[in-house]
């Protein structure tokens, strides 16, 4: 079986009338295994959002090459797609459905075989524990229970292929805490995770094998042992600071 | 509600309004929708007509243009050489030959002929007189031209008549002054500029009332449901400003920006009134001045801001209620129509500003600013115009700042629109004010 | 990427499910427009009618004035008499005042009857106020007659019962004479009847069917376009934009719909409210009709039959597809609700211009119309209701607009792939740099100003002699505009102007270019003439207001060659083009400075030539990288046109081989500026480049 999520040399650049052409990402390759965490580790604007963005098939690369169990981003993006469960802090529910509704339309919508829909919405309010507030509409729900629907949302069609955009974003401690307990269950069900975040904590727990990206480049990848060792230092924090103030040295004239 | 003494917070205080009504006006004048609809919409949409009336009429005038009536005419009588001689003789006129009328008819049908013209003697009683004939005039009335065409040939054939009967006379022994009998002239004493004012007073009022309504829509959502969207009011009432002050300020404000998009309307609109007419009226021979005439133009800036503060005071009572912008448009939109039904009523013209109509709010600030355009002054209407306005406005604004007062909205947690609040409110006794 | 109908069902049904949950929509969309349309229409029917019984029915004091007083009042008398035997309403009411002339100014009363005898000099009416200019209107009526009484009804134009009054007063005087006439000819030995003479009779070769068609036929796609508006608009500000701003937009991004897929869902919800809406007020319009007659309504019933309203229907679908594309491309540039809610506006107002094509006169489907999308269609079903069927040309209309509208889905489609435009957080540098980028979000807002102020201001100066006009529109409106930009945006003026030297050789492709370009603006004239055939009265009456006699030539080519090559260069080749040179492709924004650069022109006739001259000069402008040559080209052009029109050459009609030599010149100058070429610098790149790497 291949490889779940493989990204090789992938680039976006767009253009901003403001500031000219924006190079967001910078050859940036990577590789996530199925049962796996692979966390990306960034500030705000390094260029996270849009490689994962690449992956989910909403953005084209400018070059390189991206896929998903086998499928290319650029030549099977439905099929990607139907492979894919994204979340993001950026990703809402529909106010004015219910939690049962919604998770019967992104089944239905992400190819699930329609005898068999009702079966999975049923396990999933099982599973994440809705089924109190199964017919309530989203709006309604608290933010602890609308995590809980989104969360089966991203599963609603079993994807093999799981990809968190800072989830944990505008979440109380005890609801991030249940999150991650949350993907770390669906890494034991043999899932291929990817895992964005700028929390070094969250990346430190969480994480199987951390990149660090800064300016659209990945700086470091390996496993947070791995890393520790290459830089020296103990706390996430401090390796983050150093890679990237090593890359900021590398590439002075880069914006 | 007023037992309770107010402390020194609740107190009205000018220097803050200032600071505050500025700092309204400064967001709003840099916020695209503000400006696009109070600003942009009243200077390029008239132009904009303007430019679309001229184009159509070029359009239709260089298609239109060197066309000649099409005429096929059959059985021309005999004893009147001269009407055959006058239509072949106008240039306006191109007479067709065709054999017969059923194939002319044919003809009118596809368009290749615009009217068919048949002449019979006279039967029965009316020929008595001789050479006495009837006409007969086909024409498509699917065709602008054929329509034409039919309209002048009837008066072509009318005016035959009457020169032909006038002969008659004559020769039955009437002189011309007997004939005459006497001569209808009539002269219409009105200026250019008096047609002119009320040609405006005609369109600019309905627009006036529409225009100052958008121009105060979006300020009014913006400065309370927009801001607790935004996160801004919160900021704003931790500040040491008095709340009626806020309000005062953001009253003032929408009033300035709805008040600013009418007189900006009545402006362009009255100087684009006569280009976009003149090519209308250069038809008819007829001409006209627009534009505002200075005797007029304190009355229409102070119903601009009459009516802005009545529209503004009731837009934000509505728009109070809502936490985000798009609640607030939904709640604004029935008063928003409601203000429309009464202008359904003005476009009739003739309507006079009388006593009880200038107590009905908007409908007496739009006839008083109709008839200020076309120079006619009721006075004590309208005093009691700007009196009945003001005293609406009061108490609009007294309602919102006691409205204002209730923790709950305050803070933005109440759910529910004006109504649902007053219903509650009203049912229950009110109670004393325990917040400091 | 192909439509599984599946998931559209399934898209379209969850679409429609929230719509009809969300409380707003559906009292905006559906409550309101129910409960306030029959409202409003009874209104207004009522308070007309109620207006013109009231102008009927209400009394009409009038004063007599003039030489011959009694017999004026004689003769009303007579009209009174008529009137009452045949019990109509109108009211007359003679009121004794001292100065008649002064009673009508104070509205004492509403005309003045005036008698005195043909043909005789008498005093005029004294104007109404003083310092005014005389009355609009000369005095109107036959021809008098030496000795007859002349009854002359002096009323004001402006005061709409005096107008009223004085009008059914003249019928009904002119009734009276007629009777009077009649009566001596009778007492003359007449043998027939006045009304028995050369009687005329009209025969409408129409089928009354279609001539009641032809009205409905004219203003039913306005309304129909303004349903669909009414219903759709908020529907479609919801779909896209409302998504964006709730974040919901992404999450459907990434499910295994596709992107068309999505699209043609929401397209159908929208459509589907459309149609409700639609139906609802038709419906709300037919009750009304059956309820309370609508005059002339009532022949309408016969002018549908089940194959027309089939054929409608069918005709008016591509027409409601555009108008939802259009709000959803709308909704998908804005990045918010309340923005799209903005934008929606304009485009209404922008959007039934084409639908108001059937209501002009001579449109017919057999002409450039037929390439305007929505306007065509619209004379189509005009032209079925008046049961003319053009087949090929309506197949023709249809399968444009139907173009136009996959098109204009396409268009949003690729909104969908744009990063800016999926979510709604955007960081404005722009806002906060200002300067140039600032200038190029907000060029169009601009020159929007321009042009209206362009316009106001001509209404005024037109009186004006030609050279306070140019220079009010030149350099005040032009050049002040400029300057105003510039100031404010901080534009360094060499570089927004394009103030470079080109190289030498450009001159003397400039000295080729004139004429050849001249000809060639020519040939586009009279190419543009077959569709679009210009009013010759327009164009002698341009002349003659561009080449006045009294002013002397050299004043006349400073005004009309050098001043517009200095000043509308650096309007449209300098700031314009410098406002829009990156945000546009070069072969795009030469086209559109051209097109901006005709709609200045103002009359439809001179659009194509100008433009096409526009689009040479930004073209020569792009490839000199200076703006000295086009200024030269622009003046030296126009000083052409002045010779030519002095010398009496003839502009139109020219040899064929003329047009081509001019087209060869043309190539041949711009092969010199080709090969002489700085370019403008800071252009897009003409091809999409890969990024390095």
Known sequence: MSIPIRVQQLSKTFFDEGRGEVHAVREVSFECAAGEIFGLLGANGAGKTTTLRILATILKPTSGTASVMGHDVLEEPEAVRRQLGFSSSTTALYPRLTARETLDFFARINGCPPHQVKARVDYLIERFGIGDYASARVDKLSQGMKQKVALARTVAHDPPVLIFDEPTVGLDVLNAVEMQKVIAEFRAEGKAIIFSTHIMSEAEKLCDRIAIVHRGRIHACDTLAGLRAATGEHYLENIFIKSATAAAAASPGEP | MSSTPRDSRERLRWGEVWVLYQHELRSALREKTIVLNSILIPILLYPFLLWAAFTGISYVAGRTEGFVRRVAVFHWPEEHPRLRLKLEYDNRYSVVEVTDVSTATNLLRAGMLDAVLEFEPARGPAAALPGNFSARISSDGLQERSREARDKLQAFVDQYRHDWLRREAKRLGIDAPGWQVFTIARENTATRKQMGAFLLGLVAPVLFVVMVAVGCFYPAVDCTAGERERGTWETLMTTAASRISMVTAKYLYVTTVGGMAGMLNLVTIALTLKPMFAPLLARTGKTLESGIPFSALPLALAGALLLAGFIAAGMMLFAAFARTFKEGQAMITPFYMLILVPIVFLQAPGMKLTMPLASVPIVNVTLMVREALSGTYHWPQIGVVLVSSLVVIALAVRLATSLLKVEDLMVGSYNGSLLKFLGTRLRRAPRPQTKS | ?????????????????????????????????????????????????????????????????????????????????????????????????????????????????????????????????????????????????????????????????????????????????????????????????????????????????????????????????????????????????????????????????????????????ILVMAALITLIQVGNLLAFVAFKGFPGMGEMSGVLSPGIVVLLIFLCLPMAALACSALLLVSGWAKSYKEAQMYLMPMMLLGIVPALAPMLPGASLRSVLVLVPMANLAIGVRDVLTRQFDWPMLVLAWVITVGAAAWVMRWSARFLLTERMITAADRDDVEAKGGLPLFQRQVWRWFALIWASLLIVSGFSEKCDLRVQLFINLVLIFFGFCCLILRYYHLPVREALALRAPRPLVWLGVLIAVPAGFICALGAFQVANLFLPAPQAMVEQLSQSVFPAHIPAWQILLGISVMPGIFEEITFRGVLLHGLHRKLHPAVLVVVVGLVFGIFHVALFRFVPTAALGMMLAAVTLLTGSIFPAMLWHALSNALGVLAYKWQIPENGLDPSIYLLGLGLLAAAFWIFWRQRTPYPGLRPWRRQCPPG
């Open chain 3, 1 to 269: 990427m192909n439509l599984d109908p599946r998931i559209i069902g399934v898209l379209l049904a969850t679409e429609l499910r929230m719509i009809f949950r969300d409380r707003r929509i559906l009292f905006t969309s559906i409550l309101l427009p129910i409960l306030l349309t029959p409202f409003l229409i009874l209104i207004s029917h009522r308070s007309i009618r109620h207006y013109e019984q009231t102008l009927k029915t209400s009394e009409h004091p009038y004063a007599v004035a003039g030489e011959r007083t009694n017999e004026v009042r004689a003769l009303l008398a007579q009209v009174h008499e008529r009137l009452k035997t045949n019990q109509q309403a109108f009211k007359f009411n003679e009121k004794t005042v001292t100065d008649a002339m002064t009673s009508l100014v104070k509205d004492e009363v509403h005309f003045v009857v005036r008698g005195f005898t043909g043909g005789q000099p008498r005093a005029t009416n004294p104007p109404a106020a003083k310092g005014v200019p005389g009355p609009v209107d000369k005095p109107e009526g036959e021809a008098e007659v030496a000795g007859a009484l002349v009854v002359e009804l002096v009323f004001r134009g402006d005061r709409d019962y005096s107008a009223f009054a004085a009008g059914s007063m003249a019928d009904a005087l002119g009734e009276s004479r007629r009777l009077l006439r009649s009566q001596a000819l009778v007492q003359h030995g007449f043998p027939v009847q006045v009304k028995q003479m050369a009687v005329v009779e009209n025969r409408e070769i129409a089928q009354p069917k279609a001539v009641a068609g032809l009205r409905l036929g004219m203003m039913l796609t306005m309304f129909l376009f303004i349903f669909i508006m009414m219903g759709g608009a908020m529907v479609a500000a919801d779909s896209i934009a409302g998504e964006k701003e709730r974040g919901t937009l992404e999450t459907l991004l990434t499910t295994a719909a596709s992107r068309l897929e999505i699209l043609t869902a929401k397209q159908l919800s």
